[in-house]
């Protein structure tokens, strides 16, 4: 039984969907990568055209880098399927990848391209924000 009432615990429905929509995009974008990367010489590599760098660096690692990103593909897909469901385990998996995104981001920023990884890192930081706020975690008690 949930003590909130129903208005409380339905945050923003637009902002709640957007993250939605979020979270299956980067379903579709992880699984892409992953595909991409696993089994090369598809026509789906010219995808790699709008981040050429990042495929210059992933490449070398093919199938190696491929499957976890398609693992990464499925726990979003996961998250995104929970999230519309407002299940609070979704929740707590969605406020996991956007943590390790905020890590991931931090370290680019001090080991890699520091002004990508400092926009990466305000970018997945306000949103891990987001997530912790109480209107949002209070739609998934």
Known sequence: MNPLPVSARSGSPRCLTAMGIFLTFGTVMATLAGVTLAWRGTYLDRVWALNALAYQRLAPYGRTIG????????????????????????????????????????????VGDAVRGAIGFAIAGALLLYLLSGKVRAAFM
């Open 67 to 110: 499957i976890p990103f398609l693992l990464l593909g499925v726990t979003m897909a996961l998250a995104a399927y929970g999230w519309f469901n407002r299940r609070l385990w979704a929740w707590r998996l969605s406020v996991a990848i956007i943590a390790t995104q905020v890590v991931g981001d931090l370290a680019n920023a001090f």
